[in-house]
């Protein structure tokens, strides 16, 4: 899968996740690394992430390489902790749902430098 695949993925499943009544502030949206508060309708927030791993990749060939993504969620421990595995489960779900495939490895295609 390539990343912008994944990122628009990530994107319509925030979408989708304020349709349910939860409130989404995306606070930050940034190359390989993107963080999206979530909170439901009791009030209880967990910050959705997904961070690409841009230092440890593996150089296909001259405008490809391969790199690993970590993704998941930060919860205030006890009182997160549903809501944070309903967030997780709402997405996989969403994932299978809208992707063909379910693996981590991301393919980045480098820019191209004259």
Do not use: C
């Amino acid at each position: 899968m390539d990343l912008n695949t994944f990122i628009r993925l990530y994107q319509e499943f925030l979408n989708e996740s304020e349709q349910k009544g939860w409130t989404v502030e995306v606070l930050i949206e940034e190359f390989g690394n993107y963080l999206a508060a979530i909170k439901n309708m009791e009030g209880i927030e967990v910050q959705f992430f997904i961070e690409l791993d841009l230092e440890n990749y593996v150089q296909l060939n001259d405008t490809t390489n391969q790199s690993m993504l970590n993704y998941g969620v930060i919860r205030q421990e006890g009182k997160g902790d549903l809501f944070a595995n309903e967030v997780l489960e709402a997405f996989h779900q969403y994932w299978e749902k809208h992707s063909l495939k379910r693996n981590l490895i991301f393919i980045i295609y480098k820019p191209y430098k004259p």
